[in-house]
């Protein structure tokens, strides 16, 4: 972990190791006035991935959080506040691939997790999180792979998942991988597969529900995307040039 208070230095911060023969892995962080928190996953010697959760009062000193985890593997993929001391974190339950929805709740600032069940979460895998004034949103894709899926919450606490035309690809593979409030409403971005080499997607949802896609930009073909920031403009960025290069690339969304 690695904390900076001016964005130009920065001091590592070593967690306690796991287990013998363990690794583990942290995916995301949040910030609320009380402190922060940040969750992952724990890899066993034999592959075997268990969720994990840390929280902090000022970024240096990490404790391990307790938490109800599901049977079998699961991770966590997304954190996000929706109070000064209540954050909800979202993950997968099972295979990468295969498995389904996880969210956990907690309302100690991060020092314990429970898990919450809806029959919404069977619709896919979780892979990112926000929270706004409005709700909180989870985005990911569908447990069949034939398209993006998206929860919404008002509370934290309980979810629906969301459907429509804009989450659709004609069967074939979206996934949206990341999630932001743009003040009033929600943006997602992530990527799809088409006849080509795929090409990066952007949505858009005033209530987490109803998503419709960002007009493509030519660019947008052999790229996925990453990540979004929502306000105070519109940025996405990525990675351009699949299959066969990587290379790191930002967009940043043209007033009108």
Not at 5 to 23: F, I, K, S, V
Not at 49 to 63: I, K, L, N, P, Q
Not at 69 to 94: L, N, R, Y
Request: net charge negative; hydrophobic share 45%; charged share 10%.
């Amino acid at each position: 972990m690695w904390r900076s208070d001016d964005g130009a230095t920065w001091t590592l911060t070593t967690l306690p190791a796991p287990g013998a023969g363990a690794t583990e892995w942290l995916t995301s962080v949040a910030a609320s006035s009380d402190g922060l928190v940040a969750g992952g996953y724990e890899e066993s010697a034999t592959a075997q991935r268990t969720a994990s959760f840390w929280h902090s009062s000022d970024g240096v000193t990490w404790v391990r959080g307790t938490a109800q985890i599901p049977a079998g593997v699961s991770e966590v993929t997304g954190i996000a506040a929706i109070g000064t001391a209540t954050f909800i974190a979202v993950g997968i339950v099972g295979d990468e691939r295969s498995g389904t929805a996880a969210v956990w709740r907690s309302t100690d600032g991060g020092t314990s997790w429970q898990t919450l069940s809806s029959p919404a979460f069977a619709a896919g895998r979780i892979l990112a999180v926000v929270a706004a004034g409005n709700g909180a949103v989870g985005v990911g894709e569908r447990a069949d792979q034939t398209g993006a899926a998206a929860w919404y919450s008002p509370d934290g606490s309980t979810w629906v998942s969301a459907s429509g035309p804009g989450l659709d690809n004609y069967g074939l593979e979206m996934v949206m991988t990341a999630v932001a409030s743009d003040g009033s409403g929600f943006v997602a971005a992530g990527w799809r597969a088409d006849a080509g080499n795929g090409s990066a997607v952007v949505w858009q949802s005033v209530d987490g529900i109803a998503w419709v896609h960002v007009p493509q930009a030519a660019s947008f073909s052999g790229a996925g995307l990453t990540c979004v920031l929502g306000s105070p403009r519109l940025l996405v960025g990525g990675t351009t040039g699949l299959p066969d290069t990587h290379a790191a690339e930002v967009w940043v969304a043209q007033p009108g």
